[in-house]
């Protein structure tokens, strides 16, 4: 008797201290981002068409259709092309794109990231920057800071 009381009485302290984080639907979209916080990371997606929100406990979550702020032309993001000519790499983008910055990195890393040396060259509609192939990996973006 003093054994099965003692079982209950346990159990009965350990379940409120495991507690359980699940979702219980879910959708596969495109695009998207990251929040985080604390010990908690969160991806979401952009034009997600599960409008809603959900909350439990100190955790709220808020769905539907995201957009970014958007401006005149300055606030769209330049494409960036990369193409093999010879012994370079030829990085071009469309003109204008005032304040970017061509940058490279052998790694993803955030503080890996260097600008290219060179300035660019206005070649018809786009801007343009030779590189000399290397070995090894190497990464390109156009950076604003």
């Known amino acids: 008797m003093k054994t099965a009381l003692l079982g209950i009485c346990l159990t009965a302290v350990a ?3 495991a507690a359980e984080y699940r979702i219980d639907w879910f959708t596969m979209d495109g695009g998207g981002g990251r929040s985080s916080g604390g010990n908690y990371s969160l991806v979401g997606t952009i034009g997600q068409p599960d409008a809603g929100s959900m909350a439990g406990g100190n955790f709220s979550l808020v769905g ?6 958007m401006g005149g032309l300055e606030s769209v993001i330049p494409g960036l092309r990369i193409h093999v ?8 983008w469309e003109n204008p794109s005032t304040g970017y910055k061509l ?5 993803l890393s955030p503080t890996a990231w260097v600008d290219v040396p060179g300035v660019p060259v206005v070649n018809g509609s786009d801007k343009q920057v030779n590189y000399l192939l290397q070995p090894g990996h190497r990464f390109f973006r156009l950076f604003k800071p």
């Open 103 to 107: 940058q490279s990195s052998p790694t």
């Open 64 to 69: 539907g259709f995201w957009s970014l702020p």
């Open 85 to 92: 000519a010879g012994s370079d790499v030829v990085l071009s």
């Open 15 to 17: 379940l409120p201290l």
